[in-house]
C-alpha cells in the first residue's frame, strides 16, 4: 500500500499513468543517450564472428565427452613437439564427479541459507506488520533492518564475510541468509497485513497472551502463504548461490570462474545445464507443494 503522503504528489487517472509512462520514456531516452554519449555502448570489434565461435562450443557440452571424447588427444607444440596425451573420457568423468560434489555443496548453501533467513525474518516481520501494532520505534526499527539487508546484494555479503570467516559454504550460507532475511520479512509483513483482523481481535478479547494470539490467530492463516514464500525464495537462492563461488564461497561458482578465465564454453555449457536443470526440478517439485497447500 501506497502512503498517503506519496499518493497525494502521484498523478491520478487514465492522464495520470500516461504521464507515468511518459516520464519512464523520457528515464529510458536519457540512459541511452548518455551511453551514447559516452561512448559506452559497444558490440566490439567482430561481435558476430565472436557469437557464432561462442555459440559453436556451447552446442558441444563438455559431458558428451564421457562416451565420445577422444581416447588418446594429442597436444603438440607449434614445431609438433608432442607436449602430451591425455584420455578425454577419463578428464571428463572426473570434471563430472567435481561437478557433482560442488552441486551438492550450491544446493547446501541455498538450503541452509534460506533456512536460517527466514528464521531470522520471522520476529522482524512480526514487529514491521502495521496491523499488530508494535510500537512505532520498535516498528521502524525492524523495517530499517528488512530494508538494509534487502537492498545489500547477497555478494556483497559475501565479499565481507569471506574477510571474516574465510573461504568456503560457511561464508556462503550466511551472505545468503542476510541478504534474505529482507525478502522474507517484507513478505511475512505483507501477508500479516491481509489478515481479517476480526480473529486476530477476538482472541486478544479472551485475555491471551501475544504468543497466544500469534499461534492461535495469526499463525494458522499465514502458515500457507510462509510457506509458499519459503518455496520463491529458497528456488531463488539456488540460482544465487551458483554465483557464490565466484567470491570463494564454495558451490558451482568456482567451477563457473574456472571455465570462464580459460574460455571453455564446453565445460561452462555442462555447469549451466547442470544449474538449469537444478532449479527445474526444484521448480516441479515446489510448484506441487504449493499446490497442495492450496
Not at 48 to 62: D, G, I, R, Y
Not at 66 to 91: A, C, F, H, K, M
Not at 106 to 122: K, M, N, P, R
Not at 153 to 170: A, D, E, Q, Y
Amino acid at each position: 500500500m501506497v502512503a498517503p503522503s506519496i499518493r497525494q504528489w502521484l498523478p491520478q487517472g487514465r492522464w495520470g499513468f500516461f504521464a507515468l509512462v511518459l516520464a519512464y520514456a523520457v528515464l529510458v531516452l536519457a540512459c541511452l543517450l548518455t551511453l551514447v554519449a559516452a561512448g559506452d555502448l559497444s558490440a566490439g570489434r567482430t561481435p558476430w564472428h565472436n557469437l557464432l565461435k561462442t555459440a559453436s562450443e556451447f552446442a558441444h557440452p563438455s559431458f558428451l565427452d564421457l562416451w565420445w571424447g577422444p581416447e588418446r588427444l594429442e597436444y603438440r607444440s607449434d614445431d609438433g613437439t608432442l607436449l602430451r596425451v591425455e584420455n578425454r573420457q577419463q578428464v571428463e568423468a572426473e570434471f563430472v564427479a567435481g561437478l557433482a560434489r560442488a552441486t551438492w555443496t550450491t544446493f547446501q548453501i541455498a538450503t541452509l541459507g534460506s533456512l536460517l533467513a527466514a528464521v531470522l525474518a520471522l520476529p522482524l516481520g512480526l514487529l514491521s506488520a502495521r496491523n499488530l501494532h508494535a510500537p512505532r520505534p520498535v516498528a521502524l526499527a525492524a523495517s530499517t533492518v528488512l530494508d538494509v539487508s534487502r537492498a545489500i546484494h547477497t555478494l556483497v555479503f559475501g565479499l565481507v564475510l569471506v574477510g571474516i570467516v574465510g573461504l568456503g559454504p560457511t561464508a556462503g550460507i550466511l551472505a545468503i541468509a542476510l541478504h534474505s532475511m529482507g525478502t522474507y520479512g517484507k513478505f511475512y509483513a505483507e501477508s500479516i497485513e491481509t489478515l481479517d483482523m476480526g480473529a486476530v481481535d477476538a482472541v486478544r478479547a479472551t485475555g491471551a497472551s501475544p504468543i497466544q494470539v500469534f499461534f492461535s490467530a495469526v499463525w494458522p492463516s499465514v502458515l500457507p502463504q510462509f510457506v509458499s514464500n519459503h518455496l520463491y525464495v529458497w528456488e531463488f537462492n539456488i540460482r544465487d548461490s551458483t554465483i557464490l563461488g565466484l567470491i570463494g564461497a564454495g558451490g558451482l561458482g568456482l567451477l563457473i570462474s574456472e571455465a570462464v578465465s580459460l574460455f571453455q564454453w564446453n565445460r561452462l555449457a555442462t555447469i549451466l545445464l547442470v544449474v538449469v536443470a537444478l532449479v527445474t526440478v526444484f521448480d516441479t517439485l515446489s510448484r506441487r507443494i504449493r499446490h497442495a497447500l492450496l
